[in-house]
């Protein structure tokens, strides 16, 4: 999405990796003007300005193959008191598992989904939370991970919104931004292209 916006604008798109909790401390930094989706939050509004939302992500929960403690969302988790839970840092999951009754104590914190994920697989977390088509997608590259996902279910947490952030005061750039993603959102090529990453057109429709 990023690579489209900007071709359509005449921006040069120059990818940077970095860490979750690099994103936004990167603005005051200057070392990027946009950042890949994130959840908003009122939190981050403070921060950050944010576009349009490009997408609208449930909650899963990664866990041990097959599901050993029988895990059905974060409340599930919150009932087994030996149950500890991993999260990433900066992710909204670690506030959504706290609003779920999960003691603090039992949160455990993760610098990238990899640490997370292997947590879990080593058995030293029992859980790791995050959006569930994240963790479809760490799965669907490696194949025979010792993982399975559970969907969280909406009672617990509602899909929520994602959109590009941009640092504050980049107003024009916001501008062109949302315009450009207004004319893409919905057309038969965002369909397409998000298909590929296991969105469904149900769950376009819910973002538009």
Known sequence: MAKRV?????????????????????????????????????????????????WMLADGLLVAKDNPRAFDGYRSVANDRTALIGVISGQIQHRTALQNAI???????????????????????????????AHRGYLSRRPNAPLDVVDVPAVEKQPAPGAFALAKGSATLLQRVDLCLSDLLGSPWHREMMSGYGFSDTDIDRLL
């Open 6 to 54: 900007c071709l359509t604008l005449g921006l040069e798109l120059l990818p940077i990796e970095t860490e979750f909790a690099e994103l936004l401390p990167g603005f005051a930094e200057d070392r990027w003007d946009i950042t890949t989706g994130l959840f908003i939050s009122d939190d981050r509004r403070k921060l950050v300005d944010f576009t349009r939302p490009i």
């Open 103 to 133: 003691q603090p104590e039992r949160l455990r914190i993760f610098a990238t989904q990899a640490e997370a994920a292997n947590a879990v697989a080593a058995g030293v977390v029992h859980a790791y939370a995050s959006a569930a088509l």
